[in-house]
């Protein structure tokens, strides 16, 4: 996502059309999770100009469409994946195949999963996201799923929810992601040279920064060994997230002083009475 209500006059302007909000969302961020494009293939011109205001180093971690990883479990989805793969193609190696399991998915799934992903164009990567307890309690499926993955290059996602369910909700928005989010224990294996890591904090800035402790040395860690590791920071209500990863990406340049800035965000124009 590049566009929330309340970033509007923070860190988007207020006048700039639909169109062009992309552009100003990759200078405060070099990646984007595409959310939108679980509910609905997005026209191919419409991702042409999503390649066009980003630039080269901008990476976009695009969900699979719900019909194809929820209601059919990627069987029988080729007509669906074609249409999808061809909307994509202008974003050409910037883009991140992203499979966000059903909690329903289990280890007895494993097989149909890398059917699935052996089918892939080569040269695309793939990222896979799992819910289903087992996979995260049990020695035996989380082995089975890391090979599984490991043999056609796939990276597992790891959703941080730790921080978040430690202590009751407060605020409305964290009432609201109380029932929404799935309990899983933090994971910071990464399989590939490009782990992808999805943490959720707090409306407590103070929380959320504590809590992400950890990924700073994890990520710094996969820096110090070639790997090149992007990371989604996200609240309850996500209305300070732009601000809260840049200042993630400020705590892991503190431990890897060779890693490079961010983009310098565009000017937002100041309020005016008229």
């Not at 971690?61 to 990627?74: C, M, Q, Y």
């Not at 994890?218 to 809260?244: I, K």
Request: glycine share 6%; net charge neutral.
């Amino acid at each position: 996502m590049w566009t929330h209500k309340a970033w509007a006059g923070r860190f988007l302007p207020r006048s700039q059309p639909a169109g062009e909000r992309l552009r100003a969302y990759s200078g405060w961020c070099n990646a984007v999770e595409g959310n939108t494009t679980f509910y609905a293939t997005p026209a191919r011109d419409t991702v042409e100009t999503w390649a066009k205001q980003t630039g080269p180093g901008f990476r976009f971690v695009l969900k699979l469409p719900k019909v194809v990883t929820h209601e059919r479990r990627l069987t029988g989805v080729e007509v669906e994946m074609r249409a999808f793969l061809d909307a994509i193609e202008p974003l050409g190696d910037r883009a991140v195949l992203w499979t966000q399991l059903p909690g329903s998915f289990g280890p007895t799934d494993v097989d149909t999963l890398v059917r699935f992903l052996r089918r892939l164009p080569v040269g695309l990567r793939r990222a896979v996201e799992v819910r289903h307890p087992e996979f995260h309690t049990d020695a035996r499926s989380t082995s089975l799923l890391e090979r599984a993955l490991i043999d056609v290059d796939a990276e597992w996602v790891p959703f941080d929810t730790e921080v978040f369910f430690r202590s009751p909700p407060i605020s409305e928005a964290e009432q609201d992601a109380w029932g929404k989010k799935p309990r899983l224990p933090r994971r910071t294996r990464a399989l590939t040279d490009r782990p992808i890591v999805r943490y959720l904090g707090r409306d407590s800035t103070k929380e959320t920064v504590e809590g992400w402790r950890p990924w700073a040395e994890v990520v710094a860690d996969w820096l110090r060994a070639g790997r090149s590791p992007t990371v989604f920071v996200h609240t309850p209500d996500n209305d300070d997230a732009p601000a809260l990863a840049r200042r993630f990406h400020d705590d892991v340049r503190a431990l890897v002083p060779g890693l490079g800035p961010l983009p310098e965000p565009e000017p937002v124009e100041p309020a005016t009475l008229f």
